[in-house]
Structure formats: structure tokens, C-alpha cells
């Protein structure tokens, strides 16, 4: 089974928490890392923006990618939420494992 990981952005810490801690209830992912502050910039409304975000990599299996993005993106308060899933080529096998096992459970 492919490993993949999940990078968002989000506008502060908080949702981030929220938002990976579900992902993490629900075995849509089997852990999150949140880095609190990064500063993006980018254009929308034809403005060139530059805002402070956290963002987060969220762990999960090719079988529960489109159901992890679905609920980011249900649950986000941006219009257009930078959600991207990309697969994993190498991991360690025990890590691999670990997430597999993870994503499988119910609590």
C-alpha cells in the first residue's frame, strides 16, 4: 500500500489543530506535523498578498486520500484552500506499517 502525505495551509494554529486532531479521530490520517508559522505570498483578487499561515503535513494512506481532502476542504475556512497529496517513494518499513495499522482503527 502507498504512503502519501497531505500539505495545507491554513490561516492560524488553531484550525490546524482542529482540523488535523479530526483527521487523526477519524483515521483519515494516522498523525499530523503542524508548522505554526510560514508566510505565504500569492496573488488573489488581482492583489499581490503576503500573510502569515501554519500549515500541516498529514500522514495517511493512498486509500484515505480523497476522503482526508474532502474533509479539509469541507472543513476550512479559506474559499480556496491549498490542499495537495503527493505519494511517499521511499519510506521505512516499520513507519509504513505504523500508518497503515493507524488509518485501519477505529476508536
Sequence with gaps: MKI????????????????????VKNRLAACTNIIPSIYSTYVWKKKIMTDKECSMIAK?????????????????????????AFPIKFV????????????KKQL
Design 60 to 84: 495517511t494512506t493512498k486509500s484515505k486520500v480523497k476522503k482526508a481532502i474532502k474533509f479539509i476542504v469541507k472543513n476550512h475556512s479559506y474559499d480556496c484552500p491549498a490542499v495537495t
Design 4 to 23: 502519501y502525505f497531505i500539505y495545507s495551509t491554513f490561516k492560524n494554529l488553531k484550525e490546524a489543530k482542529i482540523i488535523g486532531g479530526k483527521l
Design 92 to 103: 521505512h518499513k516499520d513507519f509504513k506499517s505504523w500508518i497503515i495499522e493507524e488509518t
